[in-house]
């Protein structure tokens, strides 16, 4: 590599005199400066991650580890699916409907995991048509009643002690 570097220096030396040994000294100082920094990010990454399973061990100790005590186990049924026999456009339109009500839900029990109201955060919505489309033509053969995420929420906090708080 650094023959490479080297040969490559002296072409631009060679062909733009001193401009081009200056430009291309540059080129080698910004490109060390930007591995130095992906590295440096790396670093930071790993710091964050052992911080993170540090946290995560401690909010786990004593449980058992295929339980489902830190939530369900996926839905593995594919036969699962919204009631009736509607297009998309029915469902989409029913989660419209009961939006309201459910964002109403989602508040009682965003309080009830957070009295203070400062660190959970409800993210709610509707799925949008094109997407429905797109995973009912993709995903269920056509059959708008196996989309099970027509109306969804979130509750997201920032620490997995957090996590623990809200989800015990």
């Known amino acids: 590599m650094t023959s490479f570097a080297g040969t490559v220096g002296l072409a631009a030396h060679l062909?733009?005199?001193?401009?081009?040994?200056?430009c291309y000294a540059a080129f080698l100082l910004v490109m060390s400066g930007l591995v130095y920094h992906a590295v440096r990010s790396l670093e930071?990454?790993?710091v964050f991650k052992e911080k993170y399973e540090t946290?995560?061990?401690e909010c786990t100790k004593g449980i058992e580890p295929d339980s489902d005590q830190l939530g369900p186990r996926p839905l593995s049924n594919s036969n699962l699916m919204q009631d009736g026999d509607h297009d998309v456009d029915f469902y989409i339109d029913e989660a419209r409907r009961l939006f309201e009500p459910f964002e109403e839900v989602l508040s009682v029990l965003a309080k009830a995991a957070?009295?203070?109201?400062e660190t959970v955060t409800v993210l709610s919505n509707t799925k949008g048509r094109e997407r429905a489309a797109e995973k009912i033509r993709l995903d269920y053969n056509g059959v708008a009643a196996k989309v099970k995420d027509y109306l969804r929420a979130t509750l997201v906090v920032t620490t997995m002690p957090e996590v623990c708080r809200v989800w015990g």
């Open 114 to 117: 957070d009295p203070t109201g």
């Open 44 to 46: 930071a990454v790993e």
């Open 55 to 57: 946290a995560y061990r």
């Open 15 to 22: 062909k733009f005199g001193e401009a081009g040994l200056a």
